[in-house]
């Protein structure tokens, strides 16, 4: 019944287990990593509940990390945190992300998108994922945080391992101590240069930053550097590139999105849902026993909101499997719901918008390699590891 929740075989198709789960055993103990006994909470209206129960649970789980070095921690950041610490934390950096702020990154986003599909067209191929997918978030976060070009790529290739590392057995996570090491001291140099040379970047404001006389301890600078870089282009990229795919596996589907620009904003919103690319919320620790869906979770217990499940429940979602480009209404959870919901909403559907239209007016005949897509080894995120394409 319990299958590895982090393979790459998993994460190809999670939802015939998914929806069994809803079924059958909607609060479901299991073993999910070498580190994590948890209860999957699977069916739509409890993850809703579970991720805005601040009062029966707690996102501090730092005492579930024990296998991670101190040193190596990044784990004083805004998902880590609870009321009232987690709105400090959180007013800090709120302003680099209102939906006024990410319209002034749009002319910035579409100019690198044009440049990496300028390139594509030339070779006539594109790998949606490493090509296009992750480079676009992730220049536009790097840029923000203003890190330098030759870095940014390095530092994807130190968070694949270490989402790999954080999922199924010891050895996974061994594998992922060289490249969780490398990227947390370039988190500490880049710190430390920029206490030495600030800028009008993200980083520095951090450093600078003095919220009601409170300013952030060295940790928190580091988590929520951490936190934003990880969030800012994994979970876009993931979007992009597993829409991408699902709108070649489904034509009637696609050729809507070609043909009717003023669906956009409403399929936008239909591909959030049907790829869900956190698939598994952050780790919640119950503060005391807790029922859900009639199962008690003892209280130092961790739950899981079962997000990329919530995102297919039969109960809230008409034909939840079936891609329809027109849904409404689609009140989905792939950016959370609650005090954590996704800071980086705006700018997610923002980059999602412009990478997607411009992918399929460019190339409207795009159709998939002979190379079959291949999938990642991650517990929390739903992701691509290639997607070859013929432009
Ligand atoms: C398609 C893209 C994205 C998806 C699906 C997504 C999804 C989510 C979800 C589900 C949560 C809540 C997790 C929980 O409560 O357990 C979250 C939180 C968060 N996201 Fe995103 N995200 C995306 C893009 C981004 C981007 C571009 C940023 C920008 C930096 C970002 C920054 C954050 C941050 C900082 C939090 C924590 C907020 C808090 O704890 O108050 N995300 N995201």
Redo the contacts with the bound molecule.
């Keep these: 019944m319990n299958p590895d929740l982090g393979s790459a075989s998993f994460k190809a198709d999670p939802y015939p287990f998914y929806a069994r789960l809803r079924r059958e055993s909607p609060a479901h103990r299991m073993r999910v990593a070498f580190w994590l006994d948890a209860w999957l909470v699977t069916r739509y209206d409890d993850v809703a509940a579970l ?1 805005k129960d601040t009062e029966h649970f707690s ?1 501090d789980v730092r005492s579930k990390l024990w296998f991670v070095p101190r040193r190596l921690r990044l784990d004083d ?3 880590a ?1 609870d009321p009232p610490d ?1 709105m400090r ?2 007013t800090l ?1 709120s302003k680099a ?1 209102t939906p006024r702020a990410v319209e002034l990154l749009e002319g910035r986003t579409q100019r690198a998108c044009d440049a990496l599909l300028d390139a594509a067209a030339v070779r006539g191929r594109l790998d949606v994922v490493n090509e296009f997918a992750l480079r676009l ?1 992730l220049t536009i ?1 790097a840029e923000l945080l203003a890190i330098p070009e030759g870095d940014r790529l390095p530092f994807y290739g130190w968070t694949k391992r270490v989402a790999a590392g954080a999922s199924g057995a010891p050895i996974h996570f061994l594998r992922a101590v060289p490249a969780l090491w490398q990227g947390v001291g370039y988190l500490r140099r880049l710190v430390a240069r920029r206490r030495r040379e600030p800028g009008d970047d993200l980083v520095s404001a951090l450093i600078r930053a003095e919220e009601a006389g409170d300013r952030l301890s060295e940790r928190e600078v580091l988590g929520m550097i951490a ?3 990880l ?3 994994e ?2 990229m ?2 992009i590139s597993l829409s991408t795919l699902a709108l070649v596996q489904h034509p009637e589907q696609r050729r809507r999105f070609q043909a009717e620009p003023e669906l956009t904003a409403c399929a936008l919103e239909e591909l ?1 849902r049907y790829t ?3 698939d598994v ?2 780790l ?1 620790r119950a503060r005391e026993d807790v029922t859900i869906a009639g199962v008690t979770i003892p209280r130092g217990a961790t739950a899981l ?1 079962m ?1 990329g499940s919530a995102n297919r429940d039969e109960a809230h979602f008409e034909s939840p499997d079936t891609l329809d480009l027109g849904r409404t209404p689609n009140r989905h ?4 719901i ?8 705006p ?2 559907r923002m ?2 918008r412009i990478a997607l239209t411009t992918l399929f007016r460019r190339f409207p005949n795009l159709r998939l390699a002979d190379t079959p897509a291949r999938w990642r080894r991650s517990l929390f995120f739903r992701s691509l590891a290639r997607l070859d394409v013929l432009l």
């Design positions: 991720l996102n950041h805004l998902l945190a987690h934390l959180r950096v992300f978030p976060i936190l934003l870089l969030a800012g282009f979970t876009t993931s979007l959030l869900s690319a956190l919320g952050f919640r909101p997000v959870l792939a950016f959370g609650g005090p954590h919901v996704c800071l980086g909403a700018l997610a980059e999602g």
